[in-house]
């Protein structure tokens, strides 16, 4: 196991090493780095794949977390990527994980070479799903993954016929009161960083699930608009993971992209 003492942090990473340009993967709400190991097997071959877990999350969860932001989180992932002694990366974020991976490229974009931003968006919470995600959170606060929630967010997250939601579902069974509420509180308190997208210069491919119910499409439609430089792809029958239960189609979305902006040797 390897971990970075970073930013005041104890961040959890694999890192598959090599000579090949630096992918790093950032996962979603409730989920953490093996979210990605589609794509790790993918690419590991010919990039260097870096997964990590975020703050409240996998390895990297503390008993008594403290609140912070996706700037906060956007410079974890500055400084693990120092700890490694990267110096400029392919960013690829899923939902939270684009939240926080935008982030870093406003704040840290001399170490962001491109990015790949997965069922995402650059605007906040909409505010009619907060209500019934404060109920839903408030109620796993109290009484943990009953069958009933741990469904719920199975088919938030992965969708309604995802065959290892049950692997999913017994993480989630281990996550803290504590880490739950302060994930989400992070998540719904976030700003809308929509206006800033075109001081973002780099290249960004944007990958969406067409079944998405989580964040709807014209979500991702006006984040790839206002990036300067993106490309959009949709993927057909794809909910909001879907790197995890599509990845055909968003391996080679990112096979395409990779080509172009950060061909391996």
């Excluded at 469904?151 to 999913?168: K, N, R, V």
Aim: aromatic share 8%; charged share 20%; proline share 6%.
């Amino acid at each position: 196991m390897a971990f970075a003492d970073v930013n005041g942090q104890r961040l959890y990473y694999k890192d598959t090493g090599g000579s090949g340009p630096a992918l790093v993967f950032s996962h979603g709400l409730m989920m953490d780095h093996e979210m990605f190991a589609p794509q790790v097997e993918a690419f590991r071959d010919r990039y260097r794949c870096i997964v990590w877990d975020e703050r409240g999350h996998g390895q990297t969860a503390v008993d008594s977390p403290s609140p912070f932001s996706y700037y906060d989180s956007a410079d974890d992932l500055a400084a693990l990527l120092d700890h490694l002694g990267v110096e400029k990366a392919i960013l690829a974020g899923m939902s939270q994980g684009g939240f926080l991976s935008l982030r870093c490229a406003l704040t840290h974009p001399d170490k962001v070479q491109g990015l790949i931003l997965l069922d995402t968006q650059a605007g906040k919470e909409l505010e009619e799903k907060i209500p019934a995600y404060q109920a839903l959170i408030g109620t796993f606060m109290e009484h943990g993954l009953t069958p009933e929630i741990g469904t719920t967010i199975a088919q938030i997250i992965l969708g309604s016929d995802f065959e290892d939601a049950d692997y999913w579902k017994s993480k989630w069974k281990t996550m803290s009161a504590a880490n739950v509420g302060n994930n989400f509180q992070t998540l719904a308190s976030r700003d809308d960083v929509t206006d800033r997208l075109p001081e973002i210069r780099c290249p960004a491919l944007v990958v969406h699930g067409e079944a998405d119910i989580a964040i709807p499409m014209e979500r991702a439609e006006i984040l790839a608009n206002g990036l300067p430089d993106a490309t959009l792809v949709t993927v057909p029958g794809a909910g909001h993971a879907a790197n995890l239960s599509h990845p055909g189609p968003v391996n080679a979305a990112i096979t395409e992209f990779l080509n172009r902006v950060a061909p391996a040797s």
